[in-house]
Structure formats: structure tokens, C-alpha cells
């Protein structure tokens, strides 16, 4: 079997965070959280990487970044763009961002060939997660067999905002039922055992320990034409809406209820974290010390 392939989500620019957190370095020796990333997937056995970038993104994208890597693995480009859709559509001239995660996922369908995992370009996912996720890609039992990886929630929350998590509903067998967009997430000021978040005008309440999505994925090739139908149906529904975007979780919930594909729930004990507000990124260089103190990474990752 061919080694899985890494499918990096890039195109976005960090509208909360501001400028591109691509290309931000993190860690001791310009090191970015991608570097992290892809240097993760190589250890457990990931042999190519595809980048989603978008096309007037290129030049520095490459130069800063996808360079890095050429001597490590086969690199590979793939190009969200407004026009590239399964039928001809007309963006409204409003519309700025391309059409959501799911269309970022397909437009990578020419550069995919072997089953591949899908990370987004900002978010550390911990070097565990990606060993277990090429595990699951290595013995996928058919076409249709599709993995995530689900992370405890209080090891995905931000002390300097609210976040939006999709929390995970499993049957006995550990696999999807629905993943629960839920929004506004915030530690419980007075539980440290528990989240909350507004719901009817005050608060719910969730475990820190609920598992929920951060958009680490995987997948057999069988998902870009499954994509390609919710595209379709998509944009003659909300083509028009020049906000409107499909969503990785909204395809998978869909494939799930109608019986067209199981998706595991792989629980990690990793810790998530990602730049996600300005003053993320102290916490994160010093999370990344941290393990380089405790000898996960080495302090020149690349050397």
C-alpha cells in the first residue's frame, strides 16, 4: 500500500489573528506550527504532502514555506479558487473567501492518489495523533472507511477567547453519529471540570472531557466525489449567498445519516493548540519549548 498522504488546509489568512499565521514562526529557529506538522507526519510514516494555498499567496508561500520541506518529502501543490467548481457558477461579487473546508479538501482531488489525512495549516495536533491516524489509513477497510481524530475538549480551549468546537456524538463502536457544531465555548470560570457556552439566554454546560473535531481527518480518495455531490446540491441551494460556505463536518454529518460511509472517533490524549487570537502565540512558543525540554522535538527540528 502506498504511504498516506498529508493534505494541509493553507488558504485562509487568520482574519482574528491578522496577517498569514502560515508563515509566523513559532518555535526556537523560525521553526512555524506546520513545520511541527509535517515533521510529525514524516515520523509516522506520511510520505507526500499537499499544500491548499491559494494562487496569489504562491510566491511566499512556497518561498517561506513549502520549501522546507522538498528534502524531506514529495511536495505538492493544490489551488482553492472561487471558479474551480463541478458546474458553472457565477460567484456574487461580494463574495471574498472561497467556498468553505469541503471545497478546499476537493480541490486537491488531482494531487491525491492514496488515502490522506487532512489538517488545517494553523493548529498543532501532537505527534501521537498523526501515528494513530496512518495507522487507521494503512488498514481502512473500503472506500468508505473514514477516520477522525477527537481531542478532549478542555485541551483544545483558548484562555484568551471563546472558540467554536464540533462536539462529538459516538454509537458503542466509537463511530460518528453527528458531530454538534457548538459555538462560544469558554472554560467554566467556576468548575474546573467543565465548559459552557450561551445557549437560551444563559449557559450550558459541557464536560471538558466531551470529545470534540479540530478538522484532523482521514480519508480514502472515494471522498472527493462524495464532496462533489454536496457541491452541487450546495450551490444551486446557496450559491447566492455570498457568505455561505460547506463545511468538512457538514459533508461527513451527511454521509453518516445516510448510511454512505462510518467515520471512527480515534481519542487523543495530545493536547491541541493553535494561533487563533494575537495573544495565543506566547502560550504556544512556550508550549513548544516544553517539549523540546521533554525530548519530543529536537531543538533544530530540521538539522
Known amino acids: 500500500m502506498a504511504q498516506p498522504t498529508l493534505v494541509i488546509l493553507a488558504a485562509g489568512m487568520g482574519s482574528r489573528y491578522g496577517g498569514l499565521k502560515q508563515v509566523d514562526p513559532?518555535?526556537?529557529?523560525?521553526?512555524?506550527?506546520?513545520?511541527?506538522?509535517?515533521?510529525?507526519?514524516?515520523?509516522?510514516?506520511?510520505?507526500?504532502?499537499?499544500?491548499?494555498?491559494?494562487?496569489?499567496?504562491?510566491?511566499?508561500?512556497?518561498?517561506?514555506?513549502?520549501?522546507?520541506f522538498e528534502r524531506h518529502m514529495d511536495v505538492e501543490y493544490a489551488f482553492q479558487e472561487l471558479g474551480d467548481l463541478p458546474v458553472?457558477?457565477?460567484?456574487?461579487?461580494?463574495?471574498?473567501?472561497?467556498w468553505g473546508t469541503a471545497h478546499a479538501v476537493w480541490a486537491a482531488r488531482t494531487q491525491v492518489s492514496a488515502n490522506f489525512a487532512v489538517i488545517n495549516a494553523d493548529d498543532y495536533y501532537g505527534n501521537r495523533s498523526y501515528r494513530l491516524l496512518a495507522d487507521h489509513l494503512n488498514r481502512a477497510r473500503g472506500a468508505s472507511d473514514f477516520a477522525m481524530i477527537g481531542y478532549l475538549l478542555g485541551n483544545t480551549l483558548s484562555e484568551h477567547g471563546h472558540v467554536n468546537r464540533a462536539v462529538c456524538r459516538t454509537n458503542d463502536a466509537g463511530e460518528l453519529i453527528e458531530?454538534?457544531?457548538?459555538?462560544?465555548?469558554?472554560?467554566?470560570?467556576?468548575?474546573?471540570?467543565?465548559?459552557?457556552?450561551?445557549?437560551?439566554?444563559?449557559?450550558?454546560?459541557?464536560?471538558?472531557?466531551?470529545?470534540?473535531?479540530?478538522?484532523?481527518?482521514?480519508?480514502?480518495?472515494a471522498i472527493f466525489d462524495l464532496i462533489e455531490e454536496h457541491l452541487v446540491d450546495f450551490l444551486a441551494q446557496r450559491g447566492d449567498d455570498p457568505k455561505a460556505e460547506l463545511y468538512i463536518p457538514t459533508v461527513v454529518n451527511s454521509l453518516i445519516a445516510a448510511g454512505r460511509a462510518r467515520m471512527s472517533v480515534i481519542a487523543s490524549q495530545d493536547s491541541w493548540?493553535?494561533?487563533?487570537?494575537?495573544?495565543?502565540?506566547?502560550?504556544?512558543?512556550?508550549?513548544?519549548?516544553r517539549l523540546i525540554s521533554d525530548g519530543v522535538y529536537p531543538q533544530r527540528l530540521w538539522a
Open 26 to 68: 513559532i518555535g526556537p529557529n523560525g521553526e512555524t506550527l506546520l513545520d511541527y506538522s509535517v515533521f510529525d507526519a514524516r515520523r509516522a510514516g506520511f510520505g507526500t504532502v499537499v499544500f491548499v494555498i491559494r494562487h496569489d499567496i504562491e510566491a511566499v508561500f512556497r518561498d517561506k514555506v513549502g520549501s522546507r
Open 273 to 289: 493548540f493553535g494561533v487563533t487570537y494575537t495573544q495565543d502565540k506566547p502560550y504556544v512558543q512556550r508550549a513548544i519549548e
Open 88 to 98: 458553472h457558477r457565477e460567484a456574487a461579487r461580494e463574495r471574498v473567501k472561497p
Open 179 to 221: 458531530a454538534v457544531e457548538t459555538l462560544a465555548i469558554e472554560p467554566d470560570p467556576a468548575d474546573d471540570a467543565l465548559a459552557r457556552y450561551p445557549a437560551d439566554g444563559g449557559y450550558r454546560w459541557i464536560s471538558r472531557d466531551a470529545l470534540v473535531s479540530m478538522n484532523i481527518f482521514g480519508f480514502t480518495p
